[in-house]
C-alpha cells in the first residue's frame, strides 16, 4: 500500500497516468451527483421535514445495497466490534440529520463550504484519542482552516445563524463517525462496515422520521427516492476513485463540490455565495489538501503492519 508510490517508467507509467486520469473523473462526478443531492434535498425539504428526507435517503441506499450485501459471505454480518459499529452509526446518523437540517436553512454553497472543515476535526481527534502525531505544518494548516470557517461563518453575514452552527455541528459529529471508522477498519472489512452502517442509519432514522411523519405526495416521493439514488451512485463513485488512484488526486477535486453547489443553487434557487463564502472556502480548501497531502507522506514513509483491504 505504501512501498510501491513511485511513478514507474515506460509503458507503466503510462498506465499509472491513465489511473490518475480514470480517478479523477470518477471525483469528479461524485462531486456533481453529490451536489445534485444536496440541492433537491433543499428544495423538498423545504415541505418534507428534513428529518423525513433523511429516512427515505437512508432506505433508498440500503435497498440498492441489499443486492450487494446478500452476495457476500454472511461472516462479513458479524463485526469483531459491534458496540463500535453502534456508535459509529449513532454519530453518522446524527452528522447526516443536522447537515439535511442546515440544508434546509442555509443556502447549498455556503453549507458545502462549511462541510470542508470535517478533515480538519478528523486530525485533531486522530491526534487527541488516537495517538497520531500531528506535526507542526500540520497544525498550522488546521489553524488556517478555521480561520477560513470564521470567514464563511461571520457576525453579520447572511448565514450568521443556527443553520450554520448547525452545519457545523454536522462536521463534528462526520468527523466523530470517520474516527469509529479508522479504529473499526482494524478488525472489520469494508463489506462489514457497509452493512452495519445502513442497517443501522435506516433504523436509527425512522424513529424520529415517525414523529415529524407527514405523507408526501407522489412528487416529494419521487424527489426523495431520487436524493437516494443520487447519494448512492455519488458514494459508489468516491470508492472507485479512490480505488483508483491517491487520495492527493481525489481531494483537490472534492473542491468542485463548491462550483456545482453555487450553479445549480443558482439555477435552482437564485442562491449564488457571496465573495467572503468563496474566500473561505478556498482557505479551507487549501488546509484540508495540504493536510491530505502530509497524510499521504506520512502513510508512504510507514511500514505497511498489516494486509491491505
Not at 457545523?168 to 472489512?189: E, G, N, P
Not at 492527493?248 to 462550483?259: E, Q
Amino acid at each position: 500500500m505504501g512501498e510501491e508510490t513511485a511513478i514507474p517508467h515506460g509503458p507503466n507509467r503510462s498506465d499509472a497516468r491513465k489511473s490518475v486520469i480514470k480517478g479523477a473523473a470518477w471525483a469528479a462526478l461524485s462531486s456533481l451527483l453529490i451536489s445534485l443531492m444536496h440541492v433537491l434535498v433543499r428544495d423538498v425539504a423545504q415541505e418534507v421535514h428534513p428529518i423525513e428526507v433523511v429516512f427515505f435517503r437512508n432506505v433508498i441506499g440500503f435497498v440498492l445495497l441489499l443486492p450487494f450485501l446478500l452476495r457476500q459471505d454472511r461472516t462479513h454480518w458479524r463485526s469483531k466490534q459491534p458496540k463500535l459499529q453502534l456508535i459509529r452509526s449513532v454519530f453518522g446518523v446524527c452528522a447526516l440529520t443536522s447537515f439535511f437540517m442546515s440544508l434546509s436553512m442555509v443556502p447549498v454553497a455556503d453549507v458545502t463550504a462549511i462541510g470542508f472543515v470535517t478533515v480538519l476535526f478528523i486530525t485533531i481527534g486522530a491526534s487527541i484519542l488516537l495517538g497520531e502525531k500531528v506535526g507542526i505544518r500540520r497544525w498550522t494548516a488546521i489553524a488556517v482552516g478555521f480561520v477560513g470557517t470564521l470567514i464563511i461563518v461571520r457576525p453579520g453575514s447572511g448565514i450568521f445563524g443556527p443553520g450554520a452552527f448547525i452545519a457545523l455541528a454536522s462536521t463534528v459529529f462526520w468527523a466523530a463517525s470517520m474516527l469509529c471508522v479508522k479504529v473499526l477498519s482494524r478488525t472489520d472489512s469494508s463489506v462489514t462496515m457497509v452493512f452495519y452502517a445502513n442497517f443501522y442509519f435506516t433504523v436509527f432514522s425512522l424513529i424520529p422520521a415517525i414523529i415529524f411523519w407527514s405523507w408526501p405526495t407522489w412528487e416529494q416521493f419521487g424527489l426523495m427516492v431520487a436524493i437516494g439514488v443520487l447519494a448512492a451512485l455519488g458514494h459508489l463513485c468516491l470508492a472507485t476513485a479512490l480505488r483508483t488512484t491517491d487520495a492527493t488526486v481525489v481531494a483537490p477535486l472534492d473542491y468542485t463540490r463548491l462550483l456545482w453547489a453555487a450553479g445549480v443553487g443558482y439555477l435552482m434557487f437564485g442562491e449564488f455565495p457571496d465573495i467572503w463564502t468563496w474566500v473561505g472556502g478556498t482557505v479551507i480548501f487549501l488546509s484540508t489538501v495540504y493536510i491530505t497531502y502530509r497524510e499521504s507522506r506520512r502513510k508512504a514513509e510507514t511500514p505497511v503492519t498489516e494486509p491491505t483491504r
